[in-house]
């Protein structure tokens, strides 16, 4: 019996050994590589940049990307413009997604089963290919300019692409899918009894509203919240195929940073801030999901 | 339906029209005969038959392909084994750090994960030699390494679900920890598993941004091919092709859909 024991006790360590020792590479020890190349200066060499011991085994720490990022108002710009426009873009998806997510919440099964269906469709189809749809909505001689025109309403075609509002525009689209299942899912266990005992106590519409249904649906706001923002913060795609060239957001100075100038250690600076900025919103997110797996 | 609202009955029409129009306009499109991709020149399927003759498009939809369903079955191997250990195995030393790195992929900006896999790739590069050169097997390391945290989260739902007394049965039978993982445990997740394969599957196809950091000269993707060719602007023969994955995405959630609804009506 005791051999038995003895390969079930290794059967165990392997089935954890083999995904741990995975994320441990692939996962824990890109971030001290980022880390570690973020204290680095930039050099012209391969790889561009100066080794953590240089060759007396002095330990060789340099702040300057840091220091730059700080008193550089580009970036000081450029991290602000990127939380302003993924904050903007969370509000407008939570503005449309809680009343679509009520609505479909509020069907009888088959035409929620179809909604819900709809929902879930585009998030299947190419994040990419989404966002490129769009490019042909709002080109200058694009279907809304045309359509515009065709009825009289414009003489000349209005400026959409290469704007901020494209890309805000860009990001509510593509994100709303994430704003309004964790909605529904919150708002399908909801009491429904509860609002109608509101109001025959005599609440408003309004007022049974912020008092019962807010409050419930809280959890499933800020989920979505979340789920917009953090990915919509380090966005690429969408301000390079719809923003142009001087609207810059963070994700993607981070990638010109790396392949266009060349600046490793400054590329590894500018993931470090973002994910500090990410942080709080990151944490929030998995305490959230790890109580709702409970809860389900 | 309790009160449907008019407001209500607006903003989902209006909600659908939004995540619909652009889609159904790409569809239409793609039918057009003009070269110049928003004037409208007349019917024609010119650009389907040109999008088969284009050996680029079905190059890089062959390396997207195999990399998917590398890195979609590693994932589903990996990321099972994380579910059941999380689930299944109680305490074990290490366990916080092991459920936070878990999830951890999930939340994190494409950008970063790319940005901190390609430093590891060079990195390991100059300690030991490997990989020599980037692309497929480095595209399927990283999709791999998301990819499990979906197919973790996907068991692990399904486990916590699962009523454990069959496993205790089997185990009170004498059956050994190991066959009861494979005899009971893993036949009853295998829905889970198959699912957790089919979203990091599609989750691979549809990765541009991880796999342009990680990918090197030779490997081109099917996401990096369109993105090379739609940052020039909108063109008819990426309308079709567009259009070809609007349609068999939605053929796809379709008929899974109606064979859901089959066997739970």
Redesign the interface.
């Known amino acids: 019996m005791a051999g ?1 024991k003895h ?2 006790q290794g ?2 360590r392997f ?2 050994a ?3 020792v ?10 001290v ?2 880390l570690k ?1 973020s204290l680095a200066d930039p050099v012209i060499a391969q ?1 561009p940049f100066t080794p953590l011991l240089d060759d007396q085994g002095n330990l060789s720490v340099s702040l300057d990307g840091f220091k730059f990022l700080l008193t550089d108002k580009l970036y000081a710009i450029t991290y602000f413009k990127s939380v302003m426009l993924a904050a903007s873009a969370t509000m407008l998806c939570l503005l ?2 809680f ?2 997510a ?3 919440a ?3 099964p088959m ?1 929620r ?1 179809i ?1 819900l ?6 998030f ?7 966002v ?6 709002l ?1 200058n ?3 809304i300019n ?1 359509m515009l025109m065709w009825f009289g309403a414009i003489d000349q075609p209005i400026q959409f692409m290469y704007t901020d509002f494209a890309m805000l525009i860009g990001m509510t ?1 593509s994100y ?2 994430f704003m309004v299942l964790p909605l529904y899912a919150t708002l399908e266990r909801m009491d ?1 009894d509860l609002v109608d005992a509101a109001q025959d106590l005599g609440a408003t519409r309004t007022g049974a509203f912020w008092d019962i249904t807010w409050p419930l649906a809280k959890p499933g706001v800020i989920a979505g919240c ?1 789920l917009v923002f ?2 919509a ?2 966005e ?2 969408i301000p ?2 719809l923003g142009g060239g001087e609207s810059l957001l963070i ?1 993607r100075v ?2 010109d940073e ?1 392949f266009v100038n060349r600046d ?1 250690p400054l ?2 600076s500018v ?1 470090i801030v ?2 500090l900025i ?1 942080v709080v919103p ?1 944490m929030l ?2 305490r959230y ?2 109580r709702d ?1 409970e809860d ?1 | 339906m309790r009160r449907r609202s008019r407001f209500l009955l607006t903003v989902l029409s209006f909600g659908y029209a939004f995540l619909y129009i652009p889609l159904i306009s790409v569809v239409f499109y793609s039918f057009n005969k003009s070269s110049l991709a928003t004037v409208w020149g007349g019917f024609s399927m010119r650009w389907y038959g040109e999008l088969f003759r284009n050996e680029q498009v079905l190059e890089a939809l062959g390396l997207s392909l195999q990399i998917a369903a590398t890195s979609a079955t590693f994932a589903t191997i990996l990321g099972t084994m994380a579910g059941l250990a999380l689930v299944r195995f109680g305490r074990f030393r290490g366990r916080t750090l092991f459920s936070g790195m878990i999830v951890s992929p999930l939340v994190m900006p494409e950008v970063i994960t790319g940005l901190s896999l390609l430093l590891l790739f060079v990195s390991l590069q100059q300690l030991i030699g490997w990989p020599g050169q980037r692309g497929f097997s480095t595209i399927t390391i990283a999709h791999t390494t998301f990819a499990m945290a979906y197919v973790a989260v996907v068991v692990q739902s399904r486990l916590t679900a699962m009523d454990e007394s069959l496993e205790e049965a089997a185990m009170d039978l004498g059956c050994k920890p190991m066959r009861v993982v494979f005899d009971i445990t893993l036949p009853l997740i295998f829905p889970a598993m198959i699912s957790g394969w089919l979203l990091a599957f599609t989750l691979s196809l549809d990765d541009l941004v991880i796999a342009s950091f990680v990918s090197g000269p030779g490997a081109t993707t099917l996401p990096m091919y369109i993105f090379s060719k739609v940052k020039l602007g909108v063109t008819p023969d990426i309308n079709a092709l567009a259009s070809l994955i609007i349609l068999i995405v939605s053929v796809g959630l379709l008929l899974s859909w109606a064979a859901i609804r089959k066997r739970r009506p």
């Open positions: 038995t390969t079930d059967w165990r089935a954890v083999v995904p741990y995975w994320l441990l590479v692939f996962f824990l020890l890109p971030f590589i980022i190349i790889p449309l997604g009343p679509m009520y609505g479909i509020r069907s009888d035409t089963s909604l269906l709809l929902i879930v469709l585009p299947w189809i190419s994040f990419l290919l989404r490129y749809a769009w490019m042909g909505l080109n001689y694009g279907v045309n689209y709303l899918p429904l979340l953090i990915p913060m380090g690429y795609v390079y195929l994700g981070l990638f790396f490793w590329a590894s993931a973002l994910l990410l990151i997110l998995q999901q790890a797996a389900a």
